[in-house]
């Protein structure tokens, strides 16, 4: 139970007590599930830092709590972004006071990060919302889900701390209903499966994952047939989990990695097709063949569920055309 909540203009003070029937849980598990907006990155930081007290004493994150147990977090306000608005357009799917839809173009990136410090998705929101700054975070105001850059899509962002908290709580939950579009080599034994591999670092290349990492997180993925084309497929895909870049290493796993992805599989593979038509189109796709066709949640303001749909983009579309028209020769 959730006994006060203050804030100043620094810190936000929580005190939670400890309910018979959450005796034995691990204390940062169990304040994660207390308030959405908390990661357990978040909370183990904040112990180490020593914002959280048991009883008013530090405690280590991996500690039991006890029934009756009186827990203290102090949290950070999240400072004012310092990340430039850019009148970069948007596509606009929806928009409230709360939250925003967004149609994400490939090549796009989420927000700033080293090599990318300007012409992000948070650039773009923060002069599209000029009362977004420091929800969600400074360098990530408004995010609470991400696409990679060459990845195309759906996007949800959120204007209000509130929103930021719900929205966040849905996909800890997995209640956020996401699918996607994909176009991968090669011709799948079956119309469809199921996928569960843990996802976590490459035990040697930081800058991938892969399912042989000592520490991945669990990760499911659902696959079906739309449409076969000989040398490649289209399918459709739901995530139940969102690790970073779990489709392109699970469809890579599965055999049948993404056309354009040159980090996981694609490089390699366009080489097996033997058409040189086709090979030349695959070719010209200067990203992974991968788009956010489907999202749905629950509005965490007004409780109204929300859907929202958006057609795959040219390249991908055109490049469909050619292989169907090809494959009827």
């Known amino acids: 139970m959730m006994t006060a909540v203050k804030t100043s203009d620094d810190e936000r003070h929580y005190r939670f007590?400890?309910?018979?029937?959450?005796?034995?849980?691990?204390?940062?598990?169990?304040?994660?599930?207390?308030?959405?907006?908390?990661?357990?990155?978040?909370?183990?930081?904040?112990?180490?830092?020593?914002?959280?007290?048991?009883?008013?004493?530090?405690?280590?994150?991996?500690?039991?709590?006890?029934?009756?147990?009186?827990?203290?977090?102090?949290?950070?306000?999240?400072?004012?972004?310092?990340?430039?608005?850019?009148?970069?357009?948007?596509?606009?799917l929806y928009e409230d006071s709360s939250l925003l839809v967004v149609d994400k173009p490939a090549g796009m990136v989420v927000h700033p990060a080293a090599g990318h410090t300007g012409g992000t998705l948070v650039n773009a929101l923060l002069h599209h919302c000029r009362d977004l700054s420091g929800i969600g975070g400074v360098l990530r105001p408004g995010i609470v889900h991400r696409l990679d850059k060459g990845t195309s899509g759906l996007l949800v962002a959120a204007k209000s701390d509130t929103a930021h908290r719900g929205l966040a709580g849905q996909f800890k939950r997995r209640e956020v209903k996401k699918s996607y579009l994909a176009l991968v080599y090669g011709n799948p034994r079956t119309d469809g499966g199921r996928i569960e591999a843990a996802v976590g670092r490459h035990p040697t290349d930081r800058k991938k994952m892969s399912t042989a990492s000592r520490r991945g997180r669990s990760a499911v993925t659902r696959w079906r047939v739309q449409e076969r084309f000989g040398p490649a497929a289209f399918l459709e895909i739901d995530i139940e989990t969102g690790r970073t870049h779990q489709i392109r290493v699970h469809l890579t796993e599965l055999g049948h990695p993404l056309v354009g992805d040159r980090v996981y599989g694609g490089a390699g593979r366009i080489r097996s097709v033997e058409d040189s038509a086709i090979r030349a189109r695959m070719k010209d796709l200067d990203r992974q063949a991968l788009h956010a066709w489907h999202l749905a949640f629950i509005h965490p303001v007004t409780g109204e569920a929300l859907r929202f749909s958006s057609p795959p983009p040219e390249d991908i579309a055109s490049l469909c055309s050619f292989l169907r028209e090809r494959v009827k020769r």
């Open 17 to 92: 007590t400890v309910a018979p029937g959450e005796e034995g849980l691990r204390l940062d598990l169990f304040l994660a599930g207390k308030e959405p907006g908390f990661s357990r990155a978040q909370i183990q930081r904040a112990v180490v830092e020593g914002r959280v007290l048991v009883n008013g004493r530090p405690i280590k994150a991996g500690r039991r709590v006890k029934a009756a147990d009186v827990i203290a977090i102090h949290i950070p306000v999240a400072k004012p972004s310092e990340v430039m608005p850019e009148a970069i357009p948007l596509t606009i």
